[in-house]
């Protein structure tokens, strides 16, 4: 295994450490957490936005806080959900008397640890709602989850729900567009290498040199299927199609495009696979409102792409437009 780290089990640690230091205008670290909030975390008047899970996904969760989006992240281990104390500290942290909406993936461990951590919130006296993201259309129940998976279409829900927080918002408005980012956001992943989790050592599975799989998870959960590899315009295709057998688009509507990779993906590749899902598009008479290609949401060093379609409005396109200042997501 080769990577640029110290201690194996101290590297979420570090890692926080390394990112406030870059970003000390913006974010910070609470003491004894690893929950990192705003800088000038809690907001008086606004509703405090909570997300977070396991490490490794990175700029996912931490790039995204900041003023437009979250208000807080809780980075547990690799690949492993915060635990509640943690979340609870961070639903604390950012409490300014309009109540907290937390942003949590579909995958069973952070469900029921955001869950508890609300509890011990609500017997304080803190207000607090949540949304569940679901958008992967790959399969719909998996080794982590009860139902579809969440990956980087969270990252529009952060983006979405952060600005109409920002616009003063109450707690159960902007729980209403998370919602609503949600019912219409759809995702699918595909990998061409597997990862190695620091503290394993080895690589969480394998892909012979001339295979890829289609509909992977972001921890490496088994996709639809392992298959030999294939042109990029064939893989734009088929995760593409896939999406939109899975949503209700007409000719004339309007989408946001995430080409994201999932670590160790050029951009050069990202940009080709783009092109191609542009091309689909076009040829279906769907317009393009907005594009997002790179590094959104990863999966540590692992080889590969996914594709997520929002269908947009003329709220969630205001929303999608918004300023923000998270160090991941600058509009």
Do not use: W
Not at 105 to 110: H, L, P, Q, S
Not at 160 to 165: E, F, L, P, S
Request: net charge negative; proline share 4%.
């Amino acid at each position: 295994m080769k990577k640029i780290i110290n201690d194996p089990n101290l590297v979420v640690q570090d890692m926080l450490e390394g990112f406030v230091y870059a970003h000390p205008n913006e974010v910070k670290v609470l003491p004894n957490t690893t929950v990192v909030v705003r800088k000038d975390a809690p907001v008086s008047n606004k509703v405090g936005l909570v997300s977070g899970g396991g490490s490794g996904h990175e700029p996912a969760h931490a790039g995204y806080v900041g003023a437009g989006m979250l208000d807080a992240a809780v980075a547990g281990e690799v690949f492993t959900s915060p635990t509640p104390d943690q979340v609870f500290e961070a639903i604390k942290a950012v409490d300014g008397g309009a109540g907290v909406l937390l942003i949590i993936k579909n995958y069973t461990g952070d469900v029921m640890n955001f869950e508890m951590a609300a509890e011990l919130a609500e017997a304080e006296g803190i207000n607090v709602q949540q949304v569940i993201v679901n958008d992967d259309v790959a399969v719909e129940d998996s080794s982590f989850t009860t139902g579809r998976r969440g990956i980087a279409g969270t990252v529009f829900v952060h983006k979405i729900a952060g600005a109409k927080a920002s616009q003063g918002a109450s707690l159960e408005e902007v729980k209403a567009v998370a919602e609503k980012t949600i019912a219409n956001v759809r995702s699918i992943g595909m990998a061409l290498t597997p990862c190695i989790v620091p503290a394993a050592g080895e690589p969480s599975f394998e892909l012979n040199e001339n295979e890829m799989e289609i509909g992977i998870g972001i921890h490496g959960e088994p996709g639809i299927e392992r298959k030999a590899i294939a042109t990029a315009d064939e893989i734009a295709t088929e995760l593409t199609e896939k999406i939109l057998d899975d949503m209700n688009l007409s000719s004339g509507e309007e989408v946001a495009v995430m080409i994201n990779g999932l670590g160790s993906t050029p951009e050069m590749e990202l940009y080709v696979v783009n092109k191609k899902v542009h091309e689909i598009l076009k040829d279906k008479g769907i317009n393009v409102y907005d594009t997002f290609v790179g590094e959104f949401m990863t999966s540590l060093e692992m080889a590969g792409c996914s594709v997520t379609l929002l269908k947009v409005d003329d709220e969630l396109k205001e929303l999608l437009d918004a300023e923000s200042k998270a160090p991941a997501f600058r509009k």
